[in-house]
């Protein structure tokens, strides 16, 4: 006999046997007030008492950061990772590019994760996210990623061609890349409540995507699946623990990456700080006087070449912006740095990146014991500093390049 489902409650109370579910009360082992609970709210009680929530709260969560001015070469370092996992996450926006080496090409990522054409993933762009849209879709469209693949926070901010065009005051004074992500993150906060404000659910062509991210998180960690969550930019560029105001326009640190995903700290296994052998900062203005940021000890390109044995020009050839594409600014190793951010950021593990700008022989080797002498010593110190463990040292800008010390 097949289940007839009744049109109201007051029909159901006239059934012989609906009538009479009441009395299973005194029976229950928990009794929902329907009269007062939303059918959401009555979902997720019965499920919690089922166990559907459970009571461990799984570590699967890996987050990589950088851990000076960005551009540390977190891109490549999320990509070798990337096979690890079941889902890669990206915060941030498109005023940071990561560039990854895929084969014989190189690809910059502005939205996507950097490990979508390295893995089969599933990839989710979070809430704190702010999106240029037609670069997003051109990215979509070039890594071939379709909608059951990835997943967009409907709450994620969209930026505007005035949100861009408003930016070139930061370009004159501050070196910023002018991709309209801080006046977008500003609009977003003032104009609560006012017309103008487009989120991506707002979006036509990103509606296939959207989706609420935090039931997918939910639904990943009752399987037990794997996550990495990728920042970008750098812990120096930090809006509320860098060198103000030669700063971006979000915290770059992990807890600032995962409040953006929307992830507890109590799911956090591992927290990856991406450091380069020397630091780097955006060129500052043409203006006179006016600067990108503070940086300890500036060099010229040169005298690292020099000092690697390259060839003249090598390095400076190679280090332009992922987005600006303007020459880098460049300086000595800054220890006071490094040591600020361990302590933001409290790494499980260091990502060392450019050995070969320490030495061009460091480009061949595959072991951490062919590595010279002087970068050896130089990790170690590295090491102590951070009081986090080198597990992973890319030699030069390859998927190969990279000498593995993990023990996870």
């Excluded at 860098?242 to 971006?248: A, E, N, Q, S």
Aim: charge should be positive.
């Amino acid at each position: 006999m097949g289940i007839r489902e009744l049109p109201s409650y007051s029909a159901a109370h006239q059934n012989k046997t609906e009538s009479r579910v009441n009395r299973l009360s005194k029976f229950a082992d928990v009794v929902i007030r329907t009269d007062r609970c939303t059918p959401e709210d009555v979902l997720v009680r019965v499920a919690s008492h089922i166990g559907c929530y459970g009571r461990e709260c799984l570590r699967l969560v890996d987050v990589l950061v950088g851990g000076q001015y960005g551009s540390e070469g977190k891109g490549q370092i999320a990509a070798y990772l990337s096979r690890e996992y079941d889902f890669l996450v990206r915060v941030g926006g498109p005023n940071a590019g990561h560039k990854v080496k895929v084969g014989g090409s190189v690809f910059t990522f502005r939205h996507l994760p950097s490990g979508t054409l390295s893995s089969d993933a599933k990839i989710i762009i979070g809430a704190g996210a702010v999106l240029h849209v037609p670069t997003l879709l051109e990215e979509i469209a070039a890594c071939k990623v379709d909608r059951d693949r990835l997943s967009i926070d409907p709450q994620a901010m969209t930026i505007s061609q005035r949100d861009r065009a408003s930016e070139g005051v930061l370009k004159a004074n501050i070196g910023s890349t002018g991709q309209g992500v801080g006046f977008a993150t500003a609009r977003r906060v003032t104009r609560r409540g006012q017309s103008g404000v487009k989120l991506a659910r707002d979006i036509a062509e990103l509606r296939p995507f959207v989706r609420e991210t935090g039931r997918i998180f939910e639904k990943a960690f009752s399987e037990g699946n794997r996550i990495l969550l990728e920042g970008t930019q750098g812990t120096g560029l930090s809006l509320f623990h860098g060198f103000y105001p030669h700063v971006t326009s979000r915290d770059t640190t992990v807890a600032g990456c995962l409040a953006e995903a929307g992830i507890s700290a109590t799911r956090v296994r591992k927290a990856i700080m991406v450091c380069r052998t020397y630091p780097i900062r955006v060129m500052s203005p043409s203006q006179d006087g006016k600067t990108s940021g503070y940086m300890s000890k500036e060099l010229m390109w040169g005298e690292i070449e020099r000092r690697a044995g390259a060839v003249e020009g090598e390095f400076a050839s190679l280090e332009k912006g992922s987005v600006s594409h303007n020459l880098r600014r460049v300086a000595e190793f800054d220890w006071v740095l490094l040591r600020r951010a361990a302590s933001l950021n409290a790494p499980t593990d260091i990502a060392l990146t450019f050995a070969d700008y320490i030495s061009k022989k460091n480009s061949t080797v595959h072991r951490f014991e062919q590595l010279t002498e002087s970068t050896i010593r130089f990790i170690e110190e590295v090491e102590m500093v951070a009081s986090a463990p080198v597990t992973l040292i890319s030699t030069k800008f390859d998927p190969q390049g990279i000498i593995d010390r993990r023990a996870w």
